[in-house]
């Protein structure tokens, strides 16, 4: 009996499982049916917040340059060696008995450079920055962008944008969900032959038209790349103002501090009254130190915001290497102390710049450009439209004039520049195709050999 009972429960048992096997082998069957209707392509395509986004320019540029070899005025960084103290640091850091050193170290930023950071800046604002709670160390100003725009902005957001801006701002707002609203800086009537970075200039009552409820950033670059302009009080005030007045978070990448020329000045725009409690201010030790290959940044504010930044980071890189954290924190404790005195990099680093900047005017106007003289930074953008009967831009597809001539230039002239429609969303791209961007921070021997072939081109 109990034997018959255990065999009844068993075949039932069996038809369940057979039923309840065959009904999951079919359903298997029918969703690999429906798996396989889709290609991979189609299943793995790029998700929609990153679609539209083409190669950036860097990329594109990098790609031109290994081909073709060309003199590369292109991409901003140094072709001669940075002072020695700076990589010393690093090779000791590497080879210390403190062999900690080469472990991960606090995710929000080394101590060692978070005290640094906060010296130098408690003495440039004016006020005292905790190292702990408002200073944030990133893999380079990329990620201290990356940091505050994904911290911030929510889905319909608005973002102010001056034009021409760095080009990662736009893409960066919109994968967050956000909306960039732009604003070209215009060139002002000077009646002056030679136009500086400095006539470039806002309309206010345009900048104010953009505010309104939805408004939840503006992002400033100042010294700007790719123009060269540094904001001066009055303009910064203007922006300050209607920032407070919406309640707005201001990003304002300084990553060019240093590289400040003539009688201009670096106002940071969190010390304005009121501005220091919805500023954002991002550096970069690779523009600070001319090491742009150790891709450290930082940004720094008040604690309630970077709090935000500090969630994006902690699951995105965690932390970012610690030798060059601590080579940077020595290299800024040795600027700490002569800040004041010529010798330190960032008093030598301008008069440096400052005489390329100007051996890189002449070459241009003599070849019959027009540049734009930049207030700071290390690039000038300039105006070849006199030279255009010189080129052919009919064996180059692309839709802006500046990538037509640029690329025409590499392969050509042998000589790389940065079109700087990039810097322009679509509508305004128009603004620049004339102009080229060039870097200055480069060798004396390497410009001069730019010189010269850009006159032997012409004089051909
Ligand atoms: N902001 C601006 C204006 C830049 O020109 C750059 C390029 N160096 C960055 C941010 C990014 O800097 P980093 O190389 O430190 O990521
Ligand atoms: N900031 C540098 C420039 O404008 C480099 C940018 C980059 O390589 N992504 O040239």
């Known amino acids: ?6 065999r009844t429960s068993f075949n039932s048992l069996l038809k369940v499982t057979t039923r309840t096997t065959s009904a ?64 010393d640091a690093l090779t000791a850091t590497a080879n210390s008995p403190n062999c900690l050193l080469n472990q991960y170290t606090r995710g929000f930023g080394h101590p060692r450079l978070v005290h640094a950071l906060s010296s130098l800046y408690s003495h440039l604002v004016d006020r005292k920055i905790d190292p702990f709670s408002e200073v944030l160390v990133t893999s380079g100003a990329y990620e201290a962008l990356y940091a505050t725009i994904q911290g911030h902005i929510e889905d319909g957001d608005e973002c102010i944008i001056i034009e021409p801006f760095f080009d990662c701002y736009e893409p960066m707002v919109k994968t967050a969900g956000g909306i960039p609203r732009f604003i070209p800086l215009r060139l002002k009537e000077t009646g002056s032959d030679v136009i500086s970075s400095g006539d470039y200039v806002l309309d206010d009552a345009e900048l104010e038209s953009l505010f309104n409820k939805k408004t939840k950033m503006i992002i400033l670059n100042t010294p700007n790349n790719p123009l060269g302009k540094i904001y001066n009080r009055k303009e910064l005030i203007k922006i300050a103002e ?51 290959g150790w891709k450290i940044g930082w940004a720094y504010g008040p604690a309630n915001l970077m709090v935000n930044l500090r969630i994006v980071h902690q699951n995105c890189v965690y932390t970012c290497p ?11 404790e040795s600027e700490l102390k002569r ?16 005489a390329k900047r100007d051996f890189m005017a002449k070459f241009l106007s003599d070849v019959g450009m027009k540049p734009i003289i930049p207030q700071g930074g290390y690039f000038m953008i300039a105006d070849w439209s006199a030279l255009e009967s010189k080129a052919d831009l009919s064996t180059e597809s692309d839709a802006q004039k500046d990538y037509r001539m640029t690329k025409w230039m590499i392969k050509n002239v042998g000589l790389q520049g940065i079109p700087p429609s990039v810097f322009y969303n679509e509508t305004n791209k128009s603004i620049m195709e004339t102009f080229v961007r060039y870097c200055f921070f480069k060798k004396d021997e390497n410009l001069e050999k730019a010189a010269d072939i850009l006159k032997n081109w012409v004089s051909k």
């Open 1 to 6: 009996m109990i034997l018959e009972l255990a």
């Open 24 to 87: 999951a082998i079919a359903s298997s069957q029918q969703i690999y049916r429906n798996m396989s209707s889709q290609s991979i392509d189609e299943k793995f395509e790029l998700p929609k917040r990153y679609q539209g986004q083409a190669p950036s320019v860097w990329n594109e540029y990098i790609q031109l340059f290994m081909k073709y070899q060309p003199m590369n005025l292109g991409q901003g960084f140094t072709d001669y060696p940075v002072p020695q103290y700076i990589t």
């Open 242 to 292: 209607l920032c407070k007045k919406h309640n707005v978070l201001c990003v304002s990448d300084e990553v060019y501090e240093w590289m400040v020329f003539d009688d201009n000045q670096h106002v940071r725009i969190c010390t304005l009254p009121g501005m220091w409690e919805r500023t954002i201010t991002i550096g970069s030790a690779g523009k600070t130190f001319s090491v742009t």
């Open 322 to 332: 610690t030798p060059t954290q601590e080579a940077i924190a020595i290299a800024f």
């Open 339 to 354: 800040l004041d005195s010529p010798q330190c990099y960032f008093n030598s680093l301008p008069v440096e710049l400052e």
